[in-house]
Protein backbone atom coordinates (compact mmCIF):
# COMPACT_ATOMS: atom_id res chain seq x y z
CA UNK A 1 0.00 0.00 0.00
CA UNK A 2 1.20 3.25 -0.88
CA UNK A 3 0.62 6.60 0.67
CA UNK A 4 -2.29 7.73 -1.71
CA UNK A 5 -3.97 4.30 -1.64
CA UNK A 6 -3.71 4.71 2.56
CA UNK A 7 -5.13 8.28 2.48
CA UNK A 8 -8.31 7.35 -0.24
CA UNK A 9 -8.63 4.30 2.24
CA UNK A 10 -9.21 6.83 5.56
CA UNK A 11 -11.15 8.71 3.52
CA UNK A 12 -13.29 6.78 1.30
CA UNK A 13 -13.76 3.71 3.69
CA UNK A 14 -13.00 4.73 7.07
CA UNK A 15 -14.76 8.30 6.76
CA UNK A 16 -17.44 7.05 4.79
CA UNK A 17 -18.02 4.14 7.48
CA UNK A 18 -18.20 6.73 10.45
CA UNK A 19 -20.82 8.42 8.66
CA UNK A 20 -22.93 5.43 7.80
CA UNK A 21 -23.20 3.95 11.49
CA UNK A 22 -23.14 7.36 12.83
CA UNK A 23 -25.76 9.66 11.17
CA UNK A 24 -28.54 7.80 11.75
CA UNK A 25 -27.63 7.66 15.63
CA UNK A 26 -27.01 11.48 15.49
CA UNK A 27 -30.32 11.99 13.22
CA UNK A 28 -32.55 10.36 16.13
CA UNK A 29 -31.71 12.98 18.58
CA UNK A 30 -32.26 10.38 22.01
CA UNK A 31 -28.81 7.96 20.82
CA UNK A 32 -27.15 9.25 23.96
CA UNK A 33 -25.44 6.59 25.33
CA UNK A 34 -25.06 4.78 21.50
CA UNK A 35 -23.00 8.10 20.16
CA UNK A 36 -19.91 7.81 22.37
CA UNK A 37 -20.29 4.21 22.11
CA UNK A 38 -19.55 4.00 18.31
CA UNK A 39 -17.67 7.00 18.01
CA UNK A 40 -15.02 4.72 20.35
CA UNK A 41 -15.37 1.82 18.63
CA UNK A 42 -13.75 3.87 15.98
CA UNK A 43 -10.82 5.35 17.76
CA UNK A 44 -10.06 1.65 18.96
CA UNK A 45 -9.92 1.01 15.42
CA UNK A 46 -7.93 3.93 14.55
CA UNK A 47 -5.28 3.83 17.21
CA UNK A 48 -4.14 0.23 15.90
CA UNK A 49 -4.18 1.42 12.57
CA UNK A 50 -1.70 4.35 13.57
CA UNK A 51 0.31 2.22 16.56
CA UNK A 52 0.61 -0.59 14.31
CA UNK A 53 -0.84 -2.47 17.24
CA UNK A 54 -2.53 -3.10 19.67
CA UNK A 55 -1.87 -0.89 22.89
CA UNK A 56 -5.21 -0.97 24.16
CA UNK A 57 -6.09 2.33 25.93
CA UNK A 58 -2.51 3.73 25.52
CA UNK A 59 -3.26 3.73 21.87
CA UNK A 60 -6.36 5.34 22.11
CA UNK A 61 -5.10 7.79 24.42
CA UNK A 62 -2.35 8.23 22.01
CA UNK A 63 -4.78 9.07 18.92
CA UNK A 64 -6.89 11.38 20.70
CA UNK A 65 -3.72 13.38 21.99
CA UNK A 66 -2.36 13.76 18.56
CA UNK A 67 -5.93 14.14 16.42
CA UNK A 68 -8.48 15.31 18.70
CA UNK A 69 -6.37 17.58 20.70
CA UNK A 70 -6.00 19.73 17.79
CA UNK A 71 -9.45 20.28 17.44
CA UNK A 72 -9.94 21.20 21.20
CA UNK A 73 -6.82 21.26 24.03
CA UNK A 74 -9.42 19.84 26.10
CA UNK A 75 -9.14 16.31 24.85
CA UNK A 76 -5.43 16.21 26.02
CA UNK A 77 -6.39 17.17 29.28
CA UNK A 78 -8.21 14.17 30.43
CA UNK A 79 -7.48 11.67 27.67
CA UNK A 80 -7.70 8.58 30.30
CA UNK A 81 -10.64 9.94 32.16
CA UNK A 82 -12.70 10.30 28.93
CA UNK A 83 -11.80 6.63 27.96
CA UNK A 84 -12.62 4.98 31.02
CA UNK A 85 -16.07 6.55 31.21
CA UNK A 86 -16.98 6.79 27.67
CA UNK A 87 -15.69 3.82 26.17
CA UNK A 88 -15.06 1.21 28.99
CA UNK A 89 -18.31 2.39 30.31
CA UNK A 90 -21.01 2.30 27.70
CA UNK A 91 -19.11 -0.86 25.83
CA UNK A 92 -19.37 -2.79 29.03
CA UNK A 93 -22.39 -1.23 31.35
CA UNK A 94 -24.48 0.42 29.02
CA UNK A 95 -23.91 3.83 30.26
CA UNK A 96 -20.97 6.18 30.69
CA UNK A 97 -18.99 4.90 33.91
CA UNK A 98 -18.93 7.20 37.01
CA UNK A 99 -15.61 7.93 38.51
CA UNK A 100 -14.79 9.17 42.09
CA UNK A 101 -11.93 11.93 42.50
CA UNK A 102 -11.39 14.37 45.70
CA UNK A 103 -14.39 12.86 47.49
CA UNK A 104 -17.01 13.99 44.14
CA UNK A 105 -18.33 11.64 41.97
CA UNK A 106 -17.62 12.37 38.79
CA UNK A 107 -20.37 11.52 36.16
CA UNK A 108 -20.74 12.32 32.12
CA UNK A 109 -23.34 14.40 30.90
CA UNK A 110 -24.65 13.47 27.13
CA UNK A 111 -26.56 16.24 25.50
CA UNK A 112 -27.47 18.03 22.50
CA UNK A 113 -27.93 21.77 21.48
CA UNK A 114 -28.41 24.42 19.08
CA UNK A 115 -24.85 24.66 18.62
CA UNK A 116 -22.54 22.00 18.54
CA UNK A 117 -20.75 23.12 21.51
CA UNK A 118 -23.09 24.15 24.05
CA UNK A 119 -26.26 22.29 25.62
CA UNK A 120 -28.90 22.30 28.35
CA UNK A 121 -29.04 20.40 31.07
CA UNK A 122 -31.29 21.07 34.36
CA UNK A 123 -31.41 24.33 33.41
CA UNK A 124 -27.45 24.43 33.28
CA UNK A 125 -25.84 25.35 29.69
CA UNK A 126 -22.66 23.17 29.59
CA UNK A 127 -19.69 23.69 26.85
CA UNK A 128 -18.06 20.46 25.30
CA UNK A 129 -15.81 18.88 27.95
CA UNK A 130 -15.16 21.85 30.19
CA UNK A 131 -15.85 20.37 33.99
CA UNK A 132 -18.60 21.95 35.82
CA UNK A 133 -19.12 21.29 40.04
CA UNK A 134 -23.16 21.66 39.78
CA UNK A 135 -25.82 20.83 42.35
CA UNK A 136 -28.04 19.55 40.09
CA UNK A 137 -32.01 19.06 41.13
CA UNK A 138 -34.40 16.10 40.08
CA UNK A 139 -31.36 13.79 38.90
CA UNK A 140 -32.41 10.68 38.82
CA UNK A 141 -30.16 7.69 40.31
CA UNK A 142 -29.27 4.53 42.06
CA UNK A 143 -29.61 4.97 45.76
CA UNK A 144 -27.38 1.81 46.90
CA UNK A 145 -28.54 1.45 50.48
CA UNK A 146 -31.88 1.58 49.44
CA UNK A 147 -31.26 -1.07 46.42
CA UNK A 148 -33.81 0.93 44.28
CA UNK A 149 -33.74 4.02 41.96
CA UNK A 150 -34.89 7.50 43.50
CA UNK A 151 -34.87 11.15 42.07
CA UNK A 152 -32.98 14.08 43.99
CA UNK A 153 -30.34 16.77 44.14
CA UNK A 154 -26.86 15.46 42.69
CA UNK A 155 -23.68 17.31 43.52
CA UNK A 156 -20.93 15.75 41.73
CA UNK A 157 -18.31 16.88 38.61
CA UNK A 158 -19.95 16.79 35.22
CA UNK A 159 -18.02 16.30 32.23
CA UNK A 160 -20.46 17.78 28.97
CA UNK A 161 -20.17 15.63 26.20
CA UNK A 162 -22.11 17.03 22.76
CA UNK A 163 -23.02 14.62 20.63
CA UNK A 164 -22.85 16.99 17.53
CA UNK A 165 -19.16 17.74 18.88
CA UNK A 166 -18.77 14.47 18.97
CA UNK A 167 -19.66 13.51 16.02
CA UNK A 168 -17.73 16.70 14.30
CA UNK A 169 -14.22 16.35 15.65
CA UNK A 170 -14.38 12.09 15.04
CA UNK A 171 -14.88 13.20 11.56
CA UNK A 172 -12.02 16.17 11.71
CA UNK A 173 -9.58 13.76 13.69
CA UNK A 174 -9.79 10.88 10.82
CA UNK A 175 -9.10 13.43 8.17
CA UNK A 176 -5.96 14.89 10.67
CA UNK A 177 -4.63 11.45 10.64
CA UNK A 178 -5.17 10.70 6.64
CA UNK A 179 -3.04 14.07 6.34
CA UNK A 180 -0.36 12.61 8.35
CA UNK A 181 -0.31 9.40 5.87
CA UNK A 182 2.18 10.72 3.70
CA UNK A 183 5.02 9.53 5.74
CA UNK A 184 6.06 6.25 4.90
CA UNK A 185 6.36 4.77 8.38
CA UNK A 186 2.69 5.97 8.99
CA UNK A 187 1.82 3.70 6.21
CA UNK A 188 3.65 1.08 7.01
CA UNK A 189 2.00 1.02 10.64
CA UNK A 190 -1.48 1.23 9.42
CA UNK A 191 -0.27 -1.77 6.92
CA UNK A 192 0.90 -3.80 10.26
CA UNK A 193 -2.67 -2.66 12.11
CA UNK A 194 -4.72 -3.66 9.22
CA UNK A 195 -2.91 -6.89 9.41
CA UNK A 196 -3.83 -7.40 12.99
CA UNK A 197 -7.45 -6.54 12.75
CA UNK A 198 -7.99 -8.78 9.47
CA UNK A 199 -5.83 -11.95 10.72
CA UNK A 200 -8.48 -14.46 11.87
CA UNK A 201 -8.67 -15.83 15.18
CA UNK A 202 -7.09 -19.46 15.23
CA UNK A 203 -8.96 -22.25 17.38
CA UNK A 204 -5.92 -21.98 19.83
CA UNK A 205 -6.36 -18.44 20.20
CA UNK A 206 -10.21 -19.04 20.65
CA UNK A 207 -9.75 -21.96 23.36
CA UNK A 208 -6.84 -19.74 25.69
CA UNK A 209 -8.23 -16.28 25.22
CA UNK A 210 -12.32 -16.86 25.24
CA UNK A 211 -12.45 -20.17 26.69
CA UNK A 212 -14.17 -21.40 23.76
CA UNK A 213 -16.17 -25.06 24.56
CA UNK A 214 -14.67 -27.58 21.85
CA UNK A 215 -18.68 -28.23 21.14
CA UNK A 216 -18.89 -24.97 19.54
CA UNK A 217 -16.56 -25.22 17.43
CA UNK A 218 -17.48 -28.90 16.71
CA UNK A 219 -20.34 -26.89 15.73
CA UNK A 220 -18.86 -25.33 13.14
CA UNK A 221 -16.70 -27.76 11.54
CA UNK A 222 -19.55 -29.41 10.59
CA UNK A 223 -20.54 -27.16 7.82
CA UNK A 224 -17.41 -27.55 6.33
CA UNK A 225 -18.31 -28.99 3.00
CA UNK A 226 -15.83 -32.24 1.39
CA UNK A 227 -14.81 -32.91 -1.61
Keep these: MNS??????IKNHTLRSVVNDIWPLYRSKNAFFAMPREVYAYIDFLAKLNEGRDRKIVGMVNFIKAYFGPINPLYESFPYILTVML????????????LNIGGLDVVAVIGRGKSADTFKFKG?????????????????????ELNQFTTGRVRAIWIPISVKALYRDLKKAILNY????TEPLKVRKLERGMTLVTTPLTESQLR????????????????????
Excluded at 4 to 9: I, P, Q, T, V, W
Excluded at 124 to 144: C, G, M, Q, Y
Aim: charge should be positive; hydrophobic fraction near 35%.
Design 87 to 98: RHGTFHHVSPKI
Design 4 to 9: REARSY
Design 124 to 144: VTFNHLEPRDELLSDIRFWAK
Design 208 to 227: SRYGFNVREIAFIKRFIKTS
Design 178 to 181: RDEL
